[in-house]
């Protein structure tokens, strides 16, 4: 078992940046894959970017370039580092957890999931 926390999250200009963190506890943290999904009003909640439990990166087109993931296995944290957002990457962000031996940006992949936390780009 794994609890999920994120932080981080607020109203922002476009061309601006947050950090959001998710810190977990109750288990092994560095067991776990962990991803960032967002969901915008109306719309699926979909895969943003993750990281392996080895540290290898994955991240979806749309943020390739802008958003950056990393890990504090010592803290038990992961982190979403965005930059010069968009209106359109306004959502609930979530981080998730997966003990899946193989990376996946699958949803239902991730056994564990986090409150999330709001993200609004101002145009």
């Known amino acids: 078992q794994v609890q999920l926390a994120e932080s981080g999250g607020g109203l922002v200009k476009a061309g601006g940046s947050l950090r959001l963190s998710c810190a977990a506890s109750?288990?092994?943290?560095?067991?776990?894959?962990m991803g960032w999904f967002r969901q915008a009003p109306g719309k699926e909640r979909d895969f943003v970017l993750g990281?392996?439990?080895?540290?290898?990166?994955y991240y979806t087109d749309s943020v390739k370039g802008r958003f950056t993931i990393s890990r504090d296995n010592a803290k038990n944290t992961v982190y979403l580092q965005m930059n010069s957002l968009k209106p359109e990457d306004t959502a609930v962000y979530y981080c998730?957890?997966?003990?899946?031996?193989?990376?996946?940006?699958?949803?239902?992949?991730?056994?564990?999931w986090g409150q999330g936390t709001q993200v609004t780009v101002s145009s």
């Open positions: 998730a957890a997966s003990s899946s031996s193989l990376f996946s940006r699958r949803l239902v992949e991730y056994s564990y």
């Open positions: 109750g288990s092994t943290f560095s067991s776990y894959a």
């Open positions: 990281i392996s439990r080895h540290g290898n990166t």
